[in-house]
């Protein structure tokens, strides 16, 4: 029977040890060959929460919200969602499953479907920004927490879904945190007016269970304990000064050359499993962004890992088979580490996150039931910018509420400013190409530049160079790959990532759709470049920089020293004025993706934000 806890609520399940030879999901690239129906049953049966399936539906059915803590390998993603549909549980709507990455998203969906025995897009589905394989039978829904948001834009009581699932919760995404204040509000309304039930399960290897339960109003906590494969845990005698040297001696001290190695990012920290993995290697350091609102920098900065984090690293080591962690680091140094991550909602821009609740008709976003507050100082810049592109209404004593042109932002899955640039470009002309540029700017990088071959890449680069920066750049790159239809070979030659090139092709036409929707006029500038300019301009005004007379480039906004990145065709030039993407701060901080503008044209844009500016440079 399970073992009453103390608070918050809990029940621990003994799960089974689990098989060798088992699996979770994979990468589409390293699955496997479909199996028979016997052998994915066997494979599903060994998995260690297996033997607690009967308790945990027991507890599940009796409860509105639980969390869910199991261990890594434990089967918990791919197999909690069946035994719900299985049980009947979720049968009088979709169950959903949401994930912080797309590439989680899709590979546990391809898993499922696999166990199932089912066409992917049918019983078992998928939904990540701009690909939806989905159909009306779909029953098992695996999306990223992005789209959920975006769904509950059009229905804020998630009428579709029975029971919504929110995995990998210790990662703490803004989405994840919004999600939360979003279904939790979903809940309580569905309550009120007597619709059906809204289910909710939390879950993760590793997280603050305490926190997460009483958000949800004192949800009971389920922990299922077993791991499929034991995992040995090393630590260094001594603290490494230098982690990448250190990492480099354990590679070749463990593998002596003959084996392959993998160099991950924080992909490495989600629930997919990448096959033949054995061996972890944990430096114990994180690149992540920090927003600072007064300077508008988004800082890249290396740092200490939490506990969670390296916990979840140390459990790639064991999906397939026993394996081993090596932490670069003491296990007096481990003590020392967070807990757990700070959330991204208090280290970034909040812009987005506004635009999506404004549009959710919350009444007063400024008191939202986050899990985590943001800081009042992250909350009144993403304010001001909301305000500044035209999605935000401001009175005083009255609500917040977006203007039109807000709601119409809000349709587009991206970020404020490239949504208002989209909004903009019929009244200079140029929505085609606007739609091209934004949709390269939307993917990984569309070029690749191997550094054995630097001489030839800058020499294939020089007929597609633009003067004019780099957003002419790659839009001469795309007409260029239109031209030849995507042809794979010209991609080789050309150093062009064929793969997400299409994606970018598949990305412009759903923003496309969604100009057509809203009955946008399609326009397209052709051989003028400086009506995209224009529009760059006015989108992206906020994100300019001025050269000034020692050579250097400070920003209009915050008057903050900047440079030109390295990877721009605009390095080794000096334009008096330019609007860039984003700013990034390694060593120095770096404008990325630049397009040259006219100052006029920024004043055109925006007159008073631009005299305030000045005035405050003068004084």
Not at 292 to 298: C, D, R, W
Not at 469 to 487: P, Q
Not at 567 to 589: G, I, Q, W
Not at 605 to 617: H, I, L
Request: charged share 25%; hydrophobic share 40%; with cysteine.
């Amino acid at each position: 029977m399970p073992e009453e806890r103390g608070p918050p609520p809990a029940k621990r399940f003994r799960a089974g040890p689990g098989v060798p030879g088992s699996r979770g999901a994979m990468l589409p690239g390293g699955r496997q060959p479909p199996l028979g129906a016997e052998a994915l049953e066997r494979q599903r049966r060994s998995l260690p929460i297996f033997t607690a399936r009967g308790p945990l539906l027991a507890c599940l059915r009796s409860v509105e919200c639980a969390v869910l803590i199991g261990e890594t390998g434990s089967g918990k993603t791919t197999q909690i969602p069946q035994y719900l549909y299985e049980a009947g549980l979720g049968r009088q709507g979709v169950i959903a499953v949401t994930q912080p990455r797309r590439v989680a998203a899709i590979s546990l969906a391809a898993r499922v479907s696999d166990e199932k025995r089912t066409e992917l897009g049918k019983l078992v589905g998928y939904t990540v920004r701009f690909d939806d394989v989905t159909s009306e039978d779909t029953r098992i829904l695996f999306l990223t927490d992005g789209m959920l948001l975006r769904e509950a834009m059009a229905d804020a009581l998630l009428r579709k879904y029975s029971f919504v699932i929110l995995d990998e919760a210790h990662e703490r995404t803004i989405h994840t945190d919004v999600l939360l204040g979003v279904v939790k509000a979903a809940q309580r309304r569905r309550k009120e007016l007597r619709k059906p039930l809204l289910r909710v399960l939390v879950m993760s290897a590793t997280m603050d269970v305490d926190l997460f339960s009483r958000y949800l109003g004192g949800a009971p906590v389920l922990y299922v304990e077993g791991r499929q494969h034991p995992i040995q845990v090393y630590y260094t005698r001594q603290p490494q000064s230098d982690y990448l040297h250190a990492a480099l001696v354990s590679i070749f001290q463990i593998h002596q050359g003959s084996r392959k190695v993998i160099i991950s990012t924080n992909i490495a920290e989600t629930s997919i499993t990448i096959t033949g993995i054995k061996h972890v290697i944990d430096t114990g350091m994180v690149k992540a962004k920090k927003y600072n609102p007064e300077s508008g920098l988004e800082v890249l900065a290396v740092q200490r890992v939490s506990k969670t984090q390296a916990w979840q690293r140390t459990g790639r080591a064991g999906r397939e088979d026993s394996g081993a962690c090596y932490r670069l680091y003491t296990e007096d140094e481990f003590e020392k580490f967070d807990k757990m991550t700070v959330p991204e909602i208090q280290r970034c821009n909040l812009a987005s996150v506004i635009l999506q609740l404004l549009a959710l008709r919350v009444p007063n976003v400024l008191t939202f039931d986050f899990m985590s507050k943001p800081s009042p100082d992250h909350l009144q810049a993403a304010l001001e910018q909301l305000e500044l592109l035209g999605a935000l209404q401001r009175k005083k004593d009255e609500p917040l509420v977006l203007t039109p042109t807000g709601r119409k932002m809000a349709a587009f899955p991206l970020e404020p400013k490239f949504a208002k640039t989209i909004l903009l470009s019929p009244k200079f002309h140029c929505t085609e190409e606007i739609l091209t540029i934004v949709s390269l700017l939307s993917v990984d990088s569309v070029l690749y530049n191997p550094p054995s071959r630097r001489d030839e890449v800058h020499s294939v680069r020089k007929k597609f160079i633009s003067s004019e920066g780099d957003h002419l750049t790659l839009l001469n790159v795309y007409r260029a790959f239109r031209n030849v239809g995507g042809n794979k070979e010209w991609c080789r030659e050309n150093f062009v990532n064929s793969k997400n090139m299409m994606l970018v092709a598949e990305v412009r036409a759903q923003l496309r759709d969604i100009c057509v929707k809203m009955a946008m006029p399609i326009e397209s500038s052709r051989a003028d470049t400086g009506n995209v300019r224009r529009c760059l301009a006015h989108g992206l005004f906020m994100n300019t920089a001025e050269l000034q007379p020692d050579g250097t480039y400070v920003t209009v906004d915050t008057r903050q020293p900047v440079s030109i990145h390295p990877s721009s065709v605009l390095f080794h030039c000096k334009p008096a004025c330019v609007t860039y993407n984003e700013l990034l701060s390694t060593n120095k901080c770096y404008m990325r993706d630049l397009c040259v503008v006219d100052a006029d044209w920024l004043y055109d844009a925006a007159p008073e934000y631009f005299r305030r500016k000045v005035r405050a440079a003068r004084s």
